[in-house]
């Protein structure tokens, strides 16, 4: 169940730094369309990826595994820094 976890945290890991570039970089989304701003969601779905990367930590089975789930730790830790920085600066922007 652990090993299965670290390969979906990995996954939704990359998904999460695809709709980053795609809500951050396109400006055709907006609050309007889903009642808050997509920057927000992508947080909380990275956070949430941020937590079973590290519950997949217990089903590490060899190296692949090891090299996976750092990095998905690494990459949703420094994406969830990104966006709580973006989205702090642009709500004091307001």
């Known amino acids: 169940m652990k090993e299965k ?8 890991s990359i998904i999460c730094l695809l709709l980053f570039f795609i809500f951050a970089f396109s400006g055709l989304f907006d609050d309007s369309i889903m009642g808050t701003h997509p920057l927000n969601i ?3 779905i990275s956070l949430l990826t941020f937590f079973l990367g590290v519950v997949g930590l217990g089903g590490i089975r060899n190296g692949r595994g090891m090299a996976r789930s750092m990095a998905t730790i690494i990459l949703t830790a420094g994406l969830l820094l990104m966006l709580s920085t ?4 642009g709500r004091l922007a307001n």
């Open 42 to 44: 992508v947080l909380s």
């Open 86 to 89: 973006i989205i702090f600066f």
């Open 5 to 12: 976890m670290n390969i979906w945290s990995f996954g939704l």
